[in-house]
């Protein structure tokens, strides 16, 4: 296979050497004209942008969830607001107030002539007619045509590069290009977060108020239920109460006591009636009563003070308890504002220059040797694939190997004109001599299929093909050189006799000619291999075989 194609390579070197000079000419030229006319600066500017907190917990959230980096999703918004035109339009007012006006920006070149009007007859064949924008319009679409943007995988690195024909302008656009962006995102953020830090600062205003309110009327119901220490005041009712049952519990243990002892005086004095131990028990047991009849009435009063209380604590609690949630809310507002400030300040930063665009020194577009060796390659291929298309679905004989798939044995390798003569000649004792390799396989070959078919034995050796009989004389003298070289004939031995018949087409009956091998020479892709069958023999009475090889002219 490798030497079949290696055949059909050398079959069309030619042709295909001519493609290649002509698209190496023809690169090389246009890359050489566009160097001076058209040339391309890129100049490259790198920015780093640090994640919000919002964007963190959306990694946070999204890590794990599906394939793809939450980083990259993140990193290709920011890249989708690079390309919009709002920032295209801040970059070219940075570059014409840099450029005070349009006097320093450059003037279309005659290769900007051209793709125009090629832009203008596009238009109008397609849409039937081109409709002119204004200048500014224009500048904006060419700044936006001369920015590409692309991000490091898995970061929030970006490169944003801009291009132009002049290195100096390249470097200016890639700069205010970045600029710009982070001065609009900085703008809308401020403005953004200007908004949403006036609504809280609304409600914390708010939330003041009502806490102010709430205070007020909390003073008022201490004011109006008397109440200046709540807690401390229901400590002192409930030591109060404390005491005043312990106090109730030791008058009912003494009045028992008492009465205990008139009961056993009484008894011991036969009723004792009148006698003053029993009128003074009497007078202390009645005072006892009286006493712990005040201090019940002193407890009921201050069970009925801790039942007031405990209805002041109830509405002081609900008071506290509003007072809480506002106080809660407020915290809240407050530490929302001050974070909204410290991200304020963290966003304007966030998205930094961390190495600004140069000018470049050589333009990265055209470059001519690059580009020469790039159309070598691909005038080859162009060539090249025609070819081998044609060659798989064609049916004619190109090379050894398409003679060998229909003739077997009898075919014999490729033969060209000119390849008797010496190739790169060797040094050997004192004179020069050899053969070119390709000459010596053939003739090798030749040989060991004349020896195998008993060729040698034959006097006669014919040679035709479907060549001009100028060509077939000089497939002739191969032959010639051939024979001579794979079996020379010793003095006494009569030589081979190599005639050149006339070509096939024109030989009227094979059985006339005397006994011999036949060479059939072939052109290369002029003849099928139905041809090709039908001669694989040849003559009616005395049929032979031809031996046949693709003869390169």
Known sequence: MLDHYRDLIRLYQRTIIVSMICAAALAWTASTLLLKTSPVYKSTVT?????????????????????FNPATIITQTHIEVLLSRPVAERTLDILLSQADGQNDLPEPGLFDAIKGFLWRSYATLNYGAFKQVDERDQLINLVRESIEVEFVEGSYILTLTAKSEFPGLAARMANAYANAYINLTRAEFSSGATDLADVVRRLKTEREGEIEDLLAERERVREALKINDLWQEADVLLLSRQETQNAIDEDMLELALRESELAKLKEQLGGGEGSTPVARLEEEIKNRKDRLQLRRDTLRRIDNQLADQAEKERELSRLETRYGALQMDLDELRDRLVNMEMSEATILSQVQVINPAVPPVYPSFPKVLVNTVVAVIVGALVVLMPIILIDVVGMRMRTYSDLQSVLGGHALPSARRGMEQPGLARWRKGRLSGLSREFRAFAEQFGRRMSA??????????????????????????????VEHSNPRRRDENPYVITAIAPVASVKDWDELPDGPIILGVPPAQVDALEIREMQTVGTDHPRQPYMLIWNQ
């Open 453 to 482: 078919d008993d060729g040698w034995t034959k006097e006669h050796i014919f040679v035709t093909g479907f060549l001009p009989y100028e060509e077939i004389k000089r497939l002739r003298d191969v032959v010639a050189m051939a």
């Open 47 to 67: 920015l780093n942008m640090q994640p919000s907190e919002e964007e963190l917990a959306f990694n946070r959230t999204f890590m794990g969830v599906s394939q």
